[in-house]
């Protein structure tokens, strides 16, 4: 590429400062248009549908045009059956959100994320097991009532866990709700937390913008905070609150929407997203359906990225 000198920049004016400013921008620019065209989706939004008919509603969500998916468990289904039944619908699952099951060890757990093809193995809050916690509430009770202390400890399970997830040949990756972002009297987050006590070398960060925004967080303002951690995003939107949300309670939760029908600016967000390290995005949208099924909700949001794309 060819120098251009100081005087012939100040002599062109406004229309060389904006080829210029264009050029430097450029490679972001095809960067956040390529991840809006390579939108993957998070299985939770069908999980429903896969719990019904798994083979089925994969070989959908391939119709809609995803190519990628993120796994939320496994539908009931042994590891290898799901894996079939992505390789059958062309899909590929470069990140799986599994969960312990009782009684499963955490080799046996990252068996299933590389028997899926996985590159990334997600978690969002770890728990001890707890013979108290017997429901959805019970599980929202006891993450209510930890303190700073217990989430700085968490860090340093979600370290361990990590490193078990290298030596398996996997990146780890936390995913967040709009708990992390109840603040403690010292002004910080439950999120600051994680991010000062956990390794960035081994914990990545994928972001649920939904949830961030909710508490009272957009991702802008993280992507700027807290740089080069973050690999995935998972994209969704909702109505707009009076103000944010940080408990983990459906009867808090907004009401959830497709994209491009709530308020989040997700051009701005996939444009500052490969500066921030961002790979891989996933739509997710949360229960209960009201206007469309799940699938229809699905084609709605793959439209949407792809025209913002």
Not at 14 to 37: D, F, G, N, Y
Not at 95 to 107: D, E, I, M
């Amino acid at each position: 590429m060819f120098p251009i000198s100081r005087r012939t920049l100040l002599k062109n004016g406004p229309l060389a400062a904006a080829s210029m400013t264009l050029l430097t921008t450029m490679p972001e620019m095809i960067r956040a248009a390529s991840l809006a065209k390579a939108t993957g989706i998070q299985l939770y939004t069908v999980g429903k549908e896969l719990q019904e008919d798994m083979a089925g509603t994969l070989a959908k969500v391939a119709a809609i045009g995803y190519r990628t998916v993120e796994s939320a468990g496994l539908a009931g289904k042994p590891a290898a059956e799901f894996r079939k039944s992505l390789d059958d619908a062309g899909l590929k699952c470069p990140s799986s959100h599994l969960f312990l099951s009782p009684g499963q060890t955490a080799q046996q757990y990252f068996e299933d994320v590389n028997t899926l093809g996985s590159e990334y193995a997600v978690s969002s809050v770890v728990i001890k097991p707890n013979a108290n916690v017997k429901s959805a509430d019970d599980f929202i009770k006891l993450i209510a009532a930890m303190t700073q202390d217990d989430f700085k400890k968490m860090g340093g399970e979600l370290n361990t866990m990590a490193s078990q997830a290298k030596s398996a040949g996997l990146q780890f990756a936390y995913h967040n709700h709009n708990l992390e972002f109840r603040k403690w009297s010292d002004g910080t987050t439950t999120y600051d937390t994680l991010m000062v006590e956990t390794d960035p070398s081994l914990v990545k960060i994928e972001l649920d913008c939904g949830w961030a925004d909710l508490g009272g967080h957009p991702p802008l303002e993280l992507f700027k905070k807290y740089p080069g951690r973050f690999r995935m995003l998972h994209i969704k939107d909702f109505a707009p609150v009076a103000q944010p949300v940080v408990t983990l309670d459906p009867r808090t939760n907004p009401e959830w929407t497709e994209l491009g029908k709530g308020h989040i600016d997700y051009r701005a967000v996939l444009a500052a997203a490969p500066a921030a390290g961002v790979e891989h995005i996933f739509v997710e949208q949360e229960p209960p359906f009201t206007k469309f099924t799940a699938l229809e909700a699905a084609k709605v949001d793959y439209d949407y990225l792809r025209s913002i794309g």
